[in-house]
């Protein structure tokens, strides 16, 4: 399985991103998806997540700014930033849990880094002030 992150840059606060995750080697619909970010001499951080079954969870320091969502034609996974902050500033990965439609659980669950068995290799974002 192989997950390439992409669409990161630098941007001026107030912006907007879309971060893509294209998959290959797995269908992601049938797997738990999930972004973190990792800012420098910062431990990685969830960002948001969404489920086999499409229900979605963010972390709070994103909700009504960041919007996950999924387009299974193109067995692609999005990550939507709007009204972006400096402190947004980090390297995005995209990750996926390598159990197939998981039954439905919780955000504990989806928000944990050791729920993800893949790893993208992270694309920066950058957000001026």
């Known amino acids: 399985v192989q997950l390439q992150a992409s669409g990161g840059g630098l941007v001026q606060a107030g912006a907007s991103l879309r971060l893509s995750c294209a998959a290959s080697g797995r269908t992601l619909f049938n797997h738990g998806v999930a972004w973190f970010r990792q800012a420098p001499e910062k431990e990685r951080e969830f960002v948001a997540a969404i489920t086999p079954s499409a229900r979605t969870y963010h972390a709070d320091s994103v909700k009504g700014r960041f919007t996950i969502s999924r387009d299974n034609a193109k067995n692609t996974v999005y990550l939507d930033m709007n009204s972006m902050k400096p402190e947004d500033t980090a390297v995005y990965y995209c990750?996926?849990?390598?159990?197939?439609?998981?039954?439905?659980?919780?955000?504990?669950?989806?928000?944990?880094?050791?729920?993800?068995?893949?790893w993208g290799q992270g694309t920066q974002v950058t957000v001026s002030s």
């Open positions: 990750a996926m849990d390598q159990t197939f439609r998981a039954p439905s659980r919780g955000a504990d669950y989806y928000s944990g880094r050791t729920t993800y068995d893949y």
